[in-house]
């Protein structure tokens, strides 16, 4: 039998997680973006990542209909920006500054690292669909990621 819902929270806010926001553009040209802590390296050849996103999230249509999406790993700055695309029913890319990318998808101008990926496998894990992209551009900056542990966010020191 599986552990309840409570415990499981419990126990994974006990291990610090980097935080993005992963962003599409649908075939329409809207915007689609949510924040992630399910994040991680999956591949060096080819360069992968997955990222998972809740199947009841408003944007999961747009992300399974995409052929390119992009991974903003955050920096401490972005707390409000991070908590914004974690709501819904708010307009996501207002207080952010976003540019496009070379395959049409929002890049956050300042992130950390900015990167680009061809969709490549969706697999349905549970309650979440497992997006796994092929990273096809990388822009990557100075400075320390944004980390999430108990239900609060750190900074982390320099390197």
Same mark, same amino acid.
């Given at each position: 039998?599986?552990?309840? %819902? ?12 980097? /935080?993005?926001? =992963? @962003?599409?553009? &649908?075939?329409? %040209? +809207?915007?689609?973006?949510? @924040? =992630?802590?399910?994040? *991680? *390296? ?22 399974? @209909?995409?052929?390119?999406?992009? /991974?903003?790993?955050?920096?401490? $700055? +972005? $707390?409000?920006?991070? #908590?914004?695309?974690?709501?819904? %029913? ?9 540019? @496009?990318?070379? +395959? ?9 690292? =900015?990167?680009?990926?061809?969709? &490549?496998?969706? #697999?349905?894990?549970? &309650? +979440? ?8 551009? =990388?822009?990557? $900056?100075?400075?320390?990621?944004? /980390? ?12």
């Amino acid at each position: 039998m599986a552990i309840d %819902g409570k415990t499981f929270r419990d126990s994974m806010g006990r291990f610090p997680i980097g /935080v993005v926001i =992963a @962003t599409v553009r &649908d075939k329409e %040209g +809207h915007r689609w973006g949510f @924040t =992630a802590s399910a994040f *991680s *390296s999956l591949s060096m050849k080819p360069p992968m990542i997955l990222v998972c996103l809740d199947t009841k999230a408003d944007c999961h249509h747009a992300f399974l @209909t995409a052929d390119y999406f992009g /991974v903003n790993i955050l920096r401490p $700055q +972005h $707390q409000s920006t991070a #908590l914004r695309f974690s709501s819904k %029913g708010v307009d996501k890319f207002a207080e952010a500054n976003f540019i @496009t990318g070379k +395959h049409g998808v929002p890049l956050l101008s300042d992130a950390l690292v =900015a990167l680009e990926c061809r969709m &490549d496998v969706m #697999l349905r894990g549970g &309650d +979440h669909t497992i997006l796994t992209g092929i990273i096809e551009n =990388a822009t990557v $900056q100075d400075g320390t990621a944004m /980390v999430y542990m108990g239900g609060k966010f750190f900074q982390l020191p320099p390197v």
